[in-house]
């Protein structure tokens, strides 16, 4: 299925361009006493926007006319769910990204990030229960979020203010993220003390690995507008290569910032046969979310809301809501994730007419962790989280209970609270 598209008539072009000069000029209200644009002041991943006072830590150095940084997040733990044929079994969700920045007329911005969960965990990744998508043996995985690959971005970005109060933005990337949901779970900061991904991933922020992305935007100092042209199918089971495809997926995302602690964003995505075991199946996705950060006396207090919506070729649509919060003082953190999503027989890997029904799921998890040591700017923390789901009567067969329980402790390696005020993405 092709997407269609229609020529704007002039008038509409003309309201258009009307509302961004409003929402861009020095005079008006909602851009009032705005400072001078600043290119990467609320950068997230790829091209995607975070409240400006979101802290982030990192190594960081200058070298000649570059700025360089080195960040990362990862977890060793053990892990148990009630899930038919599961055992307590060891994990390790990790990610590790380098950063180099110069900036003359505009600023250039070189970002590499990599995964070891492929080496590590192997191609059905880790366990965690009534998560589903991805495939592993040419099977769907079921109760098991899939590893991510070896590399999850290669990109180039550039931004250039044209005045005190517009830019422009020009995204690049091998492997990449397009502008299509929130930034991806890995880089927010409400998920940053949990090492599980959400269940609703592939209705909000799955499409944060793309092998191919080329992003445009217009932005002000509160507001951006982007499209992404992109190769939307979803990375295959060799998760050490490249899976480079055609740009035939677009999306285009709206964002505000109407302040420091908080970032709004909506998007619409059209992409092109993402799902390897549905081959001539594309997909529209719809995105809102609502992230909301604030420095707090002893630490920060960092939540999520995200709404998505996959609608298939020639299927029924569904949706998934997520609310997710981390709070940390001092050396402890606590965290909590809730989720409902609209899942189907497929997903679970039923056939036949239980493949079609539709099975709803929420879960409920809370975490907690204490920073344990600090030694150079790594900091080691230790930790635990439990999460119970709901489900009706079809699942409640498949795993001998109507409220299917997980629970796991870890141990986490990042970069030290403070150490460094500089960040990927954030100008400082």
């Given at each position: 299925m092709k997407l269609e598209t229609t020529t704007p008539q002039p008038n509409r072009i003309r309201i258009v361009l009307a509302v961004i000069l409003v929402l861009t000029a020095p005079g008006a209200a909602f851009a009032a006493d705005a400072p001078a644009v600043s290119p990467a002041a609320r950068d997230g991943s790829g091209t995607g926007w975070l409240p400006a006072s979101t802290p982030v830590a990192g190594h960081g150095a200058r070298r000649g006319p570059w700025d360089l940084m080195l960040h990362y997040n990862a977890f060793v733990g053990l892990s148990v769910q009630d899930a038919p044929g599961s055992a307590a079994e060891a994990f390790s969700p990790n990610w590790v990204m380098g950063m180099a920045r110069h900036e003359s007329a505009g600023t250039l911005t070189l970002r590499g990030m990599l995964s070891l969960e492929a080496p590590l965990l192997g191609r059905e990744g880790y366990p965690l229960v009534l998560q589903t998508g991805e495939t592993a043996g040419g099977l769907p995985l079921v109760d098991r979020q899939y590893?991510?690959?070896?590399?999850?971005?290669?990109?180039?970005?550039?931004?250039?203010?044209?005045?005190?109060?517009?830019?422009?933005?020009l995204y690049l990337a091998p492997v990449g993220e397009p502008a299509l949901g929130p930034s991806a779970f890995p880089h927010r900061l409400s998920a940053a003390t949990d090492p599980t991904a959400p269940l609703g991933h592939h209705w909000q922020d799955s499409g944060h690995i793309a092998f191919g992305v080329v992003t445009a935007g217009l932005f002000s100092e509160r507001v951006k507008i982007e499209g992404s042209?992109?190769?939307?199918?979803?990375?295959?089971?060799?998760?050490?290569?490249?899976?480079?495809?055609a740009l035939d997926s677009r999306a285009v995302r709206l964002t505000v910032n109407p302040s420091a602690n908080w970032s709004l964003q909506g998007s619409y995505g059209y992409l092109t046969e993402p799902e390897a075991l549905e081959p001539d199946t594309d997909l529209r996705r719809t995105t809102a979310s609502i992230v909301y950060n604030r420095p707090v006396r002893g630490g920060n207090w960092a939540s999520t809301l995200v709404w998505g919506r996959n609608a298939p070729s020639g299927e029924r649509a569904s949706e998934a809501i997520l609310v997710e919060t981390s709070r940390t003082s001092g050396p402890h953190a606590f965290f909590g994730r809730a989720e409902y999503v609209q899942k189907t027989g497929h997903d679970f890997g039923f056939e036949g007419e239980q493949g079609h029904a539709r099975l709803p799921v929420r879960a409920i998890s809370l975490g907690y962790s204490r920073r344990v040591g600090s030694v150079g700017g790594l900091e080691l923390a230790v930790g635990g989280r439990a999460g119970v789901g709901f489900v009706g009567d079809v699942l409640e067969r498949r795993y001998g209970t109507d409220s299917p329980t997980s629970g796991s402790i870890f141990l986490q390696l990042r970069p030290a609270r403070g150490h460094a005020s500089s960040h990927p993405h954030h100008g400082v």
């Open positions: 590893p991510h690959d070896l590399f999850m971005e290669l990109a180039m970005d550039y931004v250039r203010p044209l005045g005190k109060t517009i830019g422009v933005e042209a992109f190769n939307g199918r979803e990375p295959d089971e060799r998760r050490t290569d490249f899976d480079f495809g």
